[in-house]
Antibody, heavy 119, light 108 residues
Framework: EVQLVESGGGLVQPGGSLRLSCAAS????????MNWVRQAPGKGLEWVSY????????YYADSVKGRFTISRDNAKNSLYLQMNSLRAEDTAVYYC????????????WGQGTMVTVSS | EIVLTQSPATLSLSPGERATLSCRAS??????LAWYQQKPGQAPRLLIY???NRATGIPARFSGSGSGTDFTLTISSLEPEDFAVYYC??????????FGQGTKVEIK
């Protein structure tokens, strides 16, 4: 079964750090571009970051640039998001999502992991 | 920066009725537009990609159309499980990916 499973969310104080992980299974992870998308409580979807299949190309939304770092380990079939200098407005469910090989869309999503930034 | 505007914000319909959802881009995105369905507590699910291609396993009652700046998602006859929030999404030079604000399809 093709699957993405996120972990690492939790409660963190403003200014703190958290590292999210996304474990992939059921497909050749190293062939796919990957993304992180977040959704604040009761709000819409916001793209956060992109990484190419090799990890050589990376993009960030302006809202997280300089604070978040995306990475991947193709040998471990895993995607990561290191989040530093967290703010209250980073509170959201964070999803990892796979891009289609052909066609511009995210065809597989994880179940999400909740990050709460609060004192 | 391309902005996607979805309308209406809420659509109140009965099962069996036809739903027509709109997504308008602030500048042309060619046919690079996708639609997702999201139910409470669940991750989004891909319905349509490249404006009109149904994703794997998506029922034929879902269809997408449009190009350039105006796109439509049509659900030909609403089933009880179709009441959810729908998002459009596009890829551009910057930001790399953008989502619309969503349309909620609720039971009338």
């Amino acid at each position: 079964e093709v699957q993405l499973v996120e972990s690492g969310g939790g409660l963190v104080q403003p200014g703190g750090s958290l590292r999210l992980s996304c474990a992939a299974s059921g497909f050749t992870f190293s062939s796919y571009e990957m993304n992180w998308v977040r959704q604040a409580p009761g709000k819409g979807l916001e793209w956060v970051s992109y990484i190419s299949s090799s990890g050589s190309t990376i993009y960030y939304a302006d809202s997280v640039k300089g604070r978040f770092t995306i990475s991947r380990d193709n040998a471990k079939n895993s995607l990561y998001l290191q989040m530093n200098s967290l703010r209250a407005e980073d509170t959201a469910v964070y999803y990892c999502a796979r891009e289609k090989l052909v066609g511009d869309a995210f065809d597989i999503w994880g179940q999400g992991t909740m990050v709460t930034v609060s004192s | 920066e391309i902005v996607l505007t979805q309308s209406p914000a809420t659509l109140s319909l009965s099962p069996g009725e036809r739903a027509t959802l709109s997504c308008r881009a602030s500048q042309s995105v060619s046919s690079y537009l996708a639609w997702y369905q999201q139910k409470p507590g669940q991750a989004p699910r891909l319905l349509i990609y490249d404006a009109s291609n149904r994703a794997t396993g998506i029922p034929a009652r879902f269809s997408g159309s449009g190009s350039g700046t105006d796109f439509t998602l049509t659900i030909s006859s609403l089933e009880p499980e179709d009441f959810a929030v729908y998002y459009c999404q596009q890829r551009s030079n910057w930001p790399l990916w953008t989502f619309g604000q969503g349309t909620k399809v609720e039971i009338k």
